[in-house]
């Protein structure tokens, strides 16, 4: 069975100072990774994943995350935040090579930027 | 690319009336679509998996009778909230994927309110 946790439950930060959100994971299988943004009252929207390649992987909204086989981790990063970047995040992983893609979900971090 | 809507956005319903959700994939054919279930502050909990045409898979402690799931077409699942309780009252999210792309696309969610 695979798990996640992410390690912040509250991450308060100014703006424009990095930012960076620990997710680990534990697995027997090899895994894809994903991180995942809720703003409030909304659905999720994809930040970044990683399926092959590249351990370092560019998303959306110059967010980065690099994934680190041997510390079982893929932590997100960003250089410079800002107030629009105030939002819940959450690091998924799913089983490779399962065709049934069900995404086992830490627990969600909750990124407050302020002015 | 990759849209899900929900609909309706929100519904408030008297205590014992059923509640349907629809989720529908509108710019891609999902062959297999998710329900989650969302408490205020927590992580997103899976509650069945649904491929078209067949029959859904329940999550363990998940009441199949109450919770029922239609994925009746490529591009459209339904959840009907049987017999709502006031305990019902969540954030209903739904997500969806193309094999053989392993990222779900996730709708905005439903907020259900039983009275």
């Known amino acids: 069975a695979q798990s996640v946790t992410q390690l912040d439950s509250q991450v308060p930060v100014f703006e424009e100072a990095p930012v960076e959100l620990r997710c680990n994971y534990s697995?027997?299988?090899?895994?894809?990774l994903f991180w995942y943004v809720q703003y409030p009252n909304q659905g999720l929207q994809l930040l970044l994943k990683y399926l092959s390649g590249s351990t370092l992987v560019k998303g959306i909204n110059g967010f980065e995350a690099e994934f680190n086989k041997s510390q079982t981790s893929f932590h997100l990063r960003k250089p410079s935040v800002h107030i629009s970047d105030t939002a819940e995040y959450f690091c998924a992983v799913s089983r490779k090579y399962n065709q049934g893609g069900k995404l086992i979900f830490g627990q969600g971090t909750e990124l407050s930027v302020k002015p | 690319g990759a849209v899900v809507s929900q609909h309706p956005s929100w519904v408030i319903c008297k205590s014992g009336t059923s509640v349907k959700i629809e989720c529908r994939s509108l710019?891609?054919?999902?062959?297999?679509m998710f329900w989650y279930r969302q408490f205020p502050k927590q992580s997103l909990m899976l509650m069945a998996t649904?491929?078209?045409?067949?029959?859904?898979?329940?999550e363990q402690g998940v009441e199949k009778d109450k919770f029922l799931i239609n994925h009746a077409s490529l591009t459209l699942s339904t959840l009907t909230v049987t017999s709502a309780h006031p305990e019902d009252s969540s954030f209903y999210i739904c997500s969806a994927r193309a094999d053989p792309e392993e990222t779900q696309y996730f709708g905005p969610g439903t907020r259900l309110l039983v009275l």
């Open positions: 649904s491929n078209e045409g067949s029959k859904a898979t329940y």
């Open positions: 697995s027997s299988v090899s895994v894809y």
């Open positions: 710019d891609f054919q999902a062959t297999t």
